[in-house]
C-alpha cells in the first residue's frame, strides 16, 4: 500500500450535478497532483498543488478544481458534470514540488455520471 | 495532443518468455521517464524510472532501455511470470514540473501459465 487513501472508491451522479472527490496524501507529502483516467485510457494531469497553491494544470476546463489543505490533504471538485466526466480519478502525492521524488498514488475514485 | 506513444496495445507472453514494451516521446524537455504497473482497481505503482543521462536501467527482472536520439525507451521484463498480468504505463515529465506526468495509453500483458 502507498498510504494515499482517496474517498470514496465508487460514486454514481447525474449529469449536470456536482461532485467532490477526496484525498489523503502519504505521511510528510507536501504535493498532491490529480489525473483522470478513462477507461483504456493512461491518466491525463489535472492539477497539482504544492504547499495549498496550484502549482500547474493540464488541458482540463475550469469547472475542475481543486483544494489542499494545511495537513496536505486534497480535495477535487468537479462543477457541471458530463457523461464524458466518468472515468476513474487518482491523486498521487509526493514529498516534494521539485520532481525529484516518486509519486505515489492512491487507488482512485470511480465516477460515473448517468 | 499525444506527447508519448506506447505500442503495443496489449502482448501475451508464455511464461518465462521476455515481454517489451516500446514508447516513444515528442518533447525534448522530458527528463525523467517512468513505468507504471497497474492492476484492476489499483492505482498505478512506480515500478522503475530512467534519467536520459544513462542508456539502460536494471531492477531485478525489469530493465529500462533509453534511445534518447531516437526519443525512444522501452521496458523488457524478463522470466515474465503470470503475476506480471497487468497494464503497463509509460510516462514522461519536465525538469521542474514536480511530477506532473504524460503517461502513455497502456498495454496489457498477459503472461501464460
Known amino acids: 500500500e502507498t498510504g494515499v487513501t482517496q474517498s470514496p472508491t465508487h460514486l454514481i451522479k447525474t449529469r449536470g450535478q456536482q461532485v467532490t472527490l477526496r484525498c489523503s496524501s502519504q505521511?510528510?507529502?507536501?504535493?498532491v497532483s490529480w489525473y483522470q483516467q478513462a477507461l483504456g485510457q493512461g491518466p491525463q494531469f489535472i492539477f497539482q498543488?504544492?504547499?495549498?497553491?496550484?502549482?500547474g494544470r493540464g488541458n482540463f476546463p475550469p469547472r475542475f478544481s481543486g483544494l489542499q489543505f494545511p495537513n496536505y490533504s486534497s480535495e477535487l471538485n468537479v462543477n457541471a458534470l458530463e457523461l464524458d466526466d466518468s472515468a476513474l480519478y487518482l491523486c498521487?502525492?509526493?514529498?516534494?514540488?521539485?520532481?525529484?521524488?516518486?509519486?505515489?498514488f492512491g487507488q482512485g475514485t470511480r465516477l460515473t455520471v448517468v | 495532443q499525444q506527447q508519448v506513444k506506447q505500442s503495443p496495445q496489449s502482448l501475451i507472453v508464455q511464461k518465462g518468455g521476455i515481454s517489451i514494451i516500446n514508447c516513444a516521446y515528442e518533447n525534448t524537455a522530458f527528463d525523467y521517464f517512468p513505468w507504471y504497473q497497474q492492476f484492476p482497481g489499483k492505482g498505478p505503482a512506480l515500478l522503475i524510472a530512467?534519467?536520459?543521462?544513462?542508456s539502460e536501467k536494471k531492477e531485478g527482472r525489469f530493465t529500462i532501455s533509453f534511445n534518447k536520439s531516437a526519443k525512444q525507451f522501452s521496458l523488457h521484463i524478463m522470466d515474465s511470470q503470470p503475476g506480471d498480468s497487468a497494464t503497463y504505463f509509460c510516462a514522461a515529465s519536465t525538469r521542474g514540473s514536480a511530477r506532473q506526468l504524460t503517461f502513455g495509453s497502456g498495454t496489457q500483458l498477459t503472461v501464460l501459465p
Open positions: 498543488y504544492y504547499r495549498e497553491e496550484e502549482n
Open positions: 498521487a502525492s509526493s514529498l516534494d514540488d521539485r520532481g525529484d521524488t516518486e509519486a505515489f
Open positions: 530512467i534519467r536520459p543521462d544513462v
Open positions: 505521511s510528510g507529502h507536501n504535493t
